[in-house]
Structures are given as C-alpha cells and as structure tokens.
C-alpha cells in the first residue's frame, strides 16, 4: 500500500540553524500539507500546497518557514532560523484530492 | 476559532469495550474524523462521519455523533492490545477550507 515517508525520523539542531524537513508523498496525490505537534499539544496546521505553490496557510507559517516541492517527488519544509519553540513533531500529508489527507509518521525536530 | 477537545488518556482491560470522546465547538462541522497513530507512525485516518448521520459502524468501530451536543465518541468492542495508541478527532466544514482541526489525541492504553 502506498505511504507518505519523512526523512529524518528525528533531527537535532542548534538555535539559529536551518533546517530541511524531507517528505515524500503518495505518487498520485495534488495536494500536499505541514503540520506540527508541539509535545503535549495538539495537531496544528501550517501549510498546503497545490500546484506548485501555497494554497493555504496558518498564522504559524511566518516568514521563517518556506515549502518546495523541488522535483517530482519531494515537498519540503524549510525553517530558516530555528528557534526554542519550533521543537515539535512535523507532520507531511498528501491527498489526491481536497479531502481525505494520509499522513506520513512525522519527523521530531529538537532545538537546542 | 474551531475547538476540538478531547480526555489525553484512557486504560481498559484487554476484551472490554473502549469508548473515546470527543467535543468540538463549529456548528458547521461537516465532517468529523477518527485518526490513530501508533507509535513511530503517522496518523492514520480510521473512520469518519458526515454531520447528517447519528451512526457509524464499521467491524469493531462505532461512531456516534450527537450534533445538538457537538459530541463525537468512538467505541472500540473487544479491544486488544494492538489497539493501543493515540486517537485524534478532527472536524472540518464542507466549503472554504478543506484543512481539519485536530484535538490533542486520547492515549489509550489497554492492558492484559
């Protein structure tokens, strides 16, 4: 059965770093989304993505955050400059149309 | 803005019933989903309802939903410990935006 895959599974960092979170998703599917789960909190929506460019995003999404899709296969999360407060779970989803998102398992960033 | 609540744990007994709540604040709530993510894995969407039905079941799984509550709850019969995991509700309306809001996710723990 075809998956959503993240690289890194876990991704540890200094304050002020870049970092590129990796996504791969399903083969067929349009639409692409970040979420993230700061620990003890809940799923928040960050971004989505629909031919080739943003079609929506949260008040989260700032100016530090970017999204790719660089070749036909990946979409990634950029963080320019980390902070403190972006260590959370980051979740990629795809779907092939508006609606039922599958999800892949996440990559934990740790910001030192 | 659209709340999801939901308990952060609950722990049964191997063979007992398991029922999961789940509130949420949008009248406009079209959809109301069932995630679960074991752990390591991504979110994976177990069932869902539309808000004209009061019932869902599928194999072990029954959702009910009381709209005039804005109550969702998922019951899991005999459960097994391959059960145990977190469970995320979600709600989303049917036009404008297609992204869910998630509540925080109820652990479950099921023991022998």
């Known amino acids: 059965e075809p998956e959503v895959t993240q690289t890194p599974s876990h991704q540890v960092t200094q304050m002020g770093q870049e970092v590129i979170l990796r996504c791969v998703p399903i083969?067929?599917?349009?639409?692409f989304y970040w979420y993230r789960q700061i620990l003890g909190q809940k799923v928040e929506f960050l971004v989505s993505?629909?031919?080739?460019?943003?079609?929506?995003k949260s008040e989260i999404f700032d100016d530090q955050f970017s999204v790719e899709r660089p070749d036909g296969s990946n979409f990634t999360l950029k963080i320019r400059s980390t902070k403190l407060e972006d260590s959370a779970m980051y979740f990629c989803?795809?779907?092939?149309?508006?609606?039922?998102?599958?999800f892949g398992p996440g990559t934990r960033l740790t910001v030192l | 803005g659209e709340d999801v609540e939901q308990s952060l744990f609950l722990s049964v007994r191997e063979g007992d019933s398991s029922v999961i709540n789940c509130t949420y604040t949008d009248s406009s709530s079209t959809y109301l989903y069932w995630y679960k993510q074991e752990p390591g894995a991504g979110l994976q969407l177990l069932t869902y309802?539309?808000?004209?039905?009061d019932m869902k079941q599928d194999q072990r799984l029954t959702v009910l939903l009381n709209k005039k509550d804005k109550h969702l709850s998922l019951r899991i019969a005999d459960t097994q410990t391959g059960d145990s995991a977190i469970y995320f509700c979600a709600e989303r309306t049917s036009g404008g935006s297609y992204i869910p809001t998630f509540g925080r996710g109820t652990s479950l723990i099921v023991h022998p």
């Open positions: 083969s067929n599917h349009l639409y």
């Open positions: 993505f629909y031919n080739n460019e943003i079609s929506e």
């Open positions: 989803a795809s779907s092939s149309l508006a609606d039922t998102q599958y």
């Open positions: 309802i539309f808000s004209n039905m």
